[in-house]
């Protein structure tokens, strides 16, 4: 099986999509490669390059540059959602949310309640999230925990190249709307990707490892930094299992749970906020349903509640690493 | 006698090997067991032991040099055997089949080979070694061509494997017409005579034995040897409920129980071995497909009537069965096919007793093989 970056794989989907289905259409800051210019159509394909060579093959009426108004991409596609297209909508950065929350809150989410079930909005908002580029703070948030916190919409934040073709497949064939993130740091990472259409459901966690000891629940990039990290626990004689929940909302929590049956100890990674968080969600979640099971605190290693730092030593200190999460589960594996 | 010694083919992965050095000088006698050359690949270095006593006659490949698995790189003849007997057995044999026309841009590392069906259907099939006869495999209901990850290696050490992914199995297109067994094995069949083979040993688990027996009956000149495991024939019924859950099936819990019921001892499910089948299983049409052939197929017991042709040929037969077998009943085996239980199998012998398995394929094809030069 070819060996296909995150980036190479969103695009994968995208185009066996709009082959598949002629409903599917893509709107977004330079998806095309920059509207109105006279330069060459399909320069970029967005500004991660995600939509590269979309144009060439479908045309500019099914990859629609928009003006810098998120706004109107995000209005824009949730009308053409309820009137019968599949829109894929970019937002370059997850943190220009604030423009446009009333089309996604108040309006693409509340349709199918509103209109009693009669009207469905099959739309997919793609934005990029995260910290590790030093982008500043209005460019490098995690602000999934926000979606998460509201009915009507399905949230997904793919870790892997597999997965993220898979769970794009399904957020475009799925008939509510879906707010899809990717992690900025993880566009380059290349996996094991059929060339085949596929979905992958939602509210299905995958288990990266497995362990006796504790369990790390991780999102995203932070996979990455658990995986590592059980990695150095194991060599210590402490065996973790990761779980990456893909969606959280929904969230596989019978998967979580049955885990903590086995562990007894649960250790949360999350490279939001804490406050509010999808963290505190997990968290909640156990306590109430496994607090028998339970054999140590729960714990959560998250960033602090500050805005994400521009320098790049703070930046460093701001994201939860390896090391953190080792010292924690060192302290939890002291409970018995 | 002259024996020819080979670059091995030392587990799945390895393509070629590099000689780090001869223990046996060239004109020495060597012993059958004995040390002869010490091979490096890429994950190991291990030493050649010389399958046959004789004189160590000629060193082909030189320490340092690096050869493809099933190269000529030496020869062992005995004393009476003359140079010129040497270099015209050197000459005419055969070299490895060339990887060739692979798919992919990894192809040095990917057996794997699409062939195109008459429908315009993709048939993908892995082959491994290039020495002696052909040997086929096919997998059955829902599985793919690693369903052979512990025999196809072992075999290919002294014969040319493809193990074939069926229609609507793993890089096959997923797509069938009806799903019949006579469909199945059309397109196998179609795709042994792409590859050329003249004569064939036909190795079928489960449904794929049931289509073996088909292609079989197909072509019963091409066919040198059958052997059939946990065999969807003969009469046997398969367990619906096995399949419809099968089918069903979308979550990995759900996958990892329908595997638990294949195996003797459910702990010899691998979290990757569910892992794989469900990425299978999320593949556009696999479902559709694998309806289509569960109601055509598998709905049904086997079919019990051989044709007349073959009834005088089972001893040609060889069937292995797990005597923990939960999905597929064993049926009436005709008389004359050797009949071996395996005693901690379930349906899956041959991943839950590959070495034992493999010996007595190896031991089939052999003596198949051997009553074929007698024939000729």
């Not at chain 2, 006659?57 to 040497?86: F, M, N, P, W």
């Not at chain 2, 899956?348 to 074929?372: G, Q, T, Y």
Request: hydrophobic share 45%.
């Amino acid at each position: 099986m070819a060996r296909t970056s995150f980036r190479q794989a969103l695009n994968d989907a995208l185009r066996s999509e709009m082959r598949r289905d002629s409903r599917v259409v893509v709107i977004g800051e330079d998806v095309a490669g920059g509207a109105g210019g006279t330069g060459v159509d399909d320069a970029y394909g967005g500004i991660m390059g995600v939509t590269r060579g979309l144009v060439g093959e479908f045309g500019r009426a099914r990859v629609i540059d928009t003006p810098i108004t998120e706004s109107a991409i995000v209005g824009m596609a949730a009308g053409a959602a309820m009137t019968g297209l599949r829109p894929v909508a970019e937002l370059m950065f997850v943190d220009f949310l604030g423009v446009c929350l009333d089309q996604i809150l108040n309006q693409a989410a509340k349709f199918r309640y509103m209109f009693g079930g009669k009207a469905r909005t099959p739309l997919v908002i793609r934005a990029m999230f995260g910290a590790g580029f030093s982008a500043g703070a209005q460019h490098s948030q995690c602000l999934y925990s926000i979606f998460t916190h509201i009915p009507g919409l399905k949230v997904v934040i793919p870790s892997s190249p597999y997965d993220a073709k898979g769970l794009l497949i399904q957020a475009i064939r799925d008939d509510d709307p879906v707010i899809f993130l990717e992690h900025t740091k993880l566009y380059d990472l290349e996996g094991e990707v059929p060339a085949e259409s596929y979905t992958v459901p939602f509210g299905e966690a995958h288990v990266l490892r497995e362990g006796g000891d504790l369990t790390i629940v991780a999102l995203a990039r932070m996979t990455h930094v658990a995986l590592e990290a059980a990695s150095a626990l194991a060599e210590k004689g402490i065996e973790a299992t990761v779980i990456d929940p893909r969606t959280t909302s929904p969230l596989d929590e019978a998967t979580i749970l049955e885990s903590i049956g086995v562990t007894g100890r649960l250790l949360v990674v999350d490279e939001s906020n804490p406050r509010c968080s999808v963290a505190s969600e997990i968290a909640a979640v156990v306590a109430e349903r496994a607090f028998r099971d339970l054999k140590a605190p729960i714990r959560r290693i998250t960033a602090p509640h500050t805005p994400v730092p521009f320098s790049p030593v703070l930046e460093n200190a701001y994201i939860p690493s390896s090391p953190a999460i080792e010292a924690a589960a060192m302290e939890l594996a002291k409970w018995s | 006698m002259i024996w020819a010694i080979t670059m091995p083919t030392w587990g799945l992965s390895m393509q070629e090997g590099t000689i780090v050095g001869w223990r046996v000088a060239e004109g020495s006698p060597t012993a059958a067991g004995a040390e002869l050359v010490e091979i490096e690949t890429s994950k190991i270095a291990n030493s050649l032991e010389a399958r046959e006593a004789g004189v160590l006659r000629r060193q082909l490949v030189k320490a340092g040099q690096t050869v493809a698995c099933g190269e000529l790189i030496g020869i062992i003849a005995t004393d009476e055997v003359s140079e010129s007997a040497i270099d015209a057995f050197i000459a005419k044999f055969p070299r490895p089949r060339p990887a060739a026309s692979q798919a992919g841009e990894n192809a040095s590392s990917d057996p794997s080979l699409f062939l195109e069906l008459p429908s315009g259907r993709r048939l993908c099939c892995t082959m491994r070694g290039n020495l002696g006869s052909a040997v086929v495999f096919l997998h059955g209901f829902g599985g793919d061509s690693h369903t052979w990850l512990f025999n196809q290696g072992g075999v290919a050490e002294h014969h040319l494997t493809v193990a074939f992914d069926l229609p609507g199995h793993g890089g096959s297109t997923k797509q069938v017409d009806s799903g019949s067994i006579e469909e199945l094995a059309s397109s196998v069949a179609y795709g042994i005579d792409q590859l050329e083979f003249n004569r064939i040993h036909l190795v079928g688990h489960s449904l794929g034995a049931g289509i073996a027996l088909a292609v079989w009956e197909g072509r019963p000149e091409r066919v040198a040897s059958v052997s059939l495991l946990a065999p969807f024939a003969f009469g046997s019924h398969a367990n619906q409920r096995y399949i419809s859950d099968f089918i069903s099936a979308q979550r990995s819990r759900d996958v990892q129980r329908c595997l638990a019921l294949l195996f003797a001892d459910p702990k010899a499910i691998r979290r990757d071995m569910v892992e794989a089948v469900v990425r299978y299983k999320r593949l556009d049409g696999v479902t559709e497909a694998l309806a289509k052939i569960a109601a055509s197929a598998l709905r049904e017991p086997a079919p019990i009537e051989i044709s007349p042709a073959l009834k005088t040929l089972m001893s040609g037969v060889l069937v292995i069965r797990g005597v923990h077998d939960n999905i597929v009943s064993a049926g009436e085996v005709p008389f004359g096919v050797k009949l071996q239980a395996m005693t901690h199998s379930g349906h899956m012998p041959h991943m839950e007793e590959p070495d034992r398995v493999n010996e007595l394929l190896l031991k089939h094809f052999a003596e198949a093989d051997s009553a074929d030069m007698g024939v000729r």
